[in-house]
């Protein structure tokens, strides 16, 4: 590739406006004592993350009338051109729906972009840097997610290269004592991969596609994931097994779920048929022998 021409250039000035309120997070989530307050500054840091990728064009216009006639009433606002619908709440009060005649893009989408694209980068950099070079063929990933990996490992002792590497990595909840002298460091500090078993030994892993997998960790219950399904309905009807049998049979499985719905200002509670496992991955390529996985696009995906 040779470049012949500039035609244009894109120039902008870049600051760290956000790092203090993140930076001060982080550090009262350090500090915290009980996982109330974890949780809280954790959901801090990550809402703003979802405010700056705001949708502004779903936003709407919506006016609450309890009269007919008149320049504001009922009559007047769906005569507009832009009106798009209506709902009767008590019998003297009506919402009316108005389609936005303009749209203020105010959020800095950028933030977001670049939160998933670092994400990105330093998970690849884990990965093609760090854990190829180390294991080769050894190594292969069974799942990831934005800021996580779960690796099919086969070594003779990961936590020895871990504890070499210690630099890389978050120890900071491992136990005390814990059985692979693992040193507690780098508390919350950003950046850096972390082991969530803290020590334990994850026996078995079955994941079906995004934001549904599970799996066995040696003394501790299993881990289930499904989202969309409450966390009780997937506790108790859903077992390691279904997941297995999901996998094997491509076999979905469906449960039934109370859910409490307001329509209307009305609160019902509503029984509901959810679709808790499928072995259909609609965000990869699955390949022939139903347990494996291609990125679409890939050059092994027959055309």
């Not at 900071?172 to 460091?185: I, L, T």
């Not at 078995?204 to 934001?211: D, S, T, Y």
């Not at 990869?284 to 696009?297: A, C, I, M």
Request: aromatic share 10%.
């Amino acid at each position: 590739m040779r470049l012949t021409r500039v035609r244009r250039v894109l120039q902008f000035a870049q600051s760290l406006w956000l790092r203090v309120y993140i930076e001060l997070n982080t550090a009262l989530r350090t500090r915290a004592s009980n996982e109330f307050e974890r949780n809280l500054y954790k959901l801090m840091n990550n809402a703003v993350f979802s405010k700056t990728m705001e949708n502004v064009r779903d936003h709407v216009d919506v006016r609450l009338v309890t009269r007919w006639d008149g320049r504001y009433g009922a009559e007047a606002l769906i005569a507009k051109p832009n009106f798009h619908s209506r709902s009767v709440l008590p019998e003297n009060l009506v919402a009316i729906e108005l389609r936005r005649l303009e749209v203020t893009f105010n959020k800095p989408i950028y933030v977001g972009m670049s939160i998933l694209e670092i994400s990105k980068t330093r998970l690849y950099e884990f990965h093609y840097d760090y854990m190829v070079p180390l294991y080769r063929d050894r190594c292969r990933i069974a799942y990831t997610d934005t800021d996580s990996l779960i690796y099919s490992l086969e070594c003779e002792d990961a936590y020895e290269r871990m504890k070499r590497d210690v630099h890389r990595f978050d120890t900071s909840d491992y136990a005390e004592n814990n059985a692979h002298g693992m040193p507690r460091v780098n508390k919350k500090v950003p950046g850096l991969m972390k082991d969530e078993n803290n020590g334990a030994i994850m026996t078995e892993f079955v994941g079906l596609r995004a934001k549904m997998y599970t799996y066995k960790v040696l003394g501790r219950d299993d881990t289930k994931r499904i989202k969309g399904v409450k966390r009780n309905v997937v506790a108790k009807r859903i077992t390691f097994e279904n997941y297995v049998e999901c996998l094997r049979n491509a076999r979905e499985l469906k449960t039934r779920q109370l859910c409490i719905r307001s329509t209307l200002h009305e609160v019902n509670t509503v029984s509901e048929q959810k679709l808790a496992l499928s072995p259909h991955d609609d965000k990869r390529y699955v390949t022939s022998n139903g347990k494996e996985t291609l990125p679409w696009g890939h050059y092994k995906i027959p055309l």
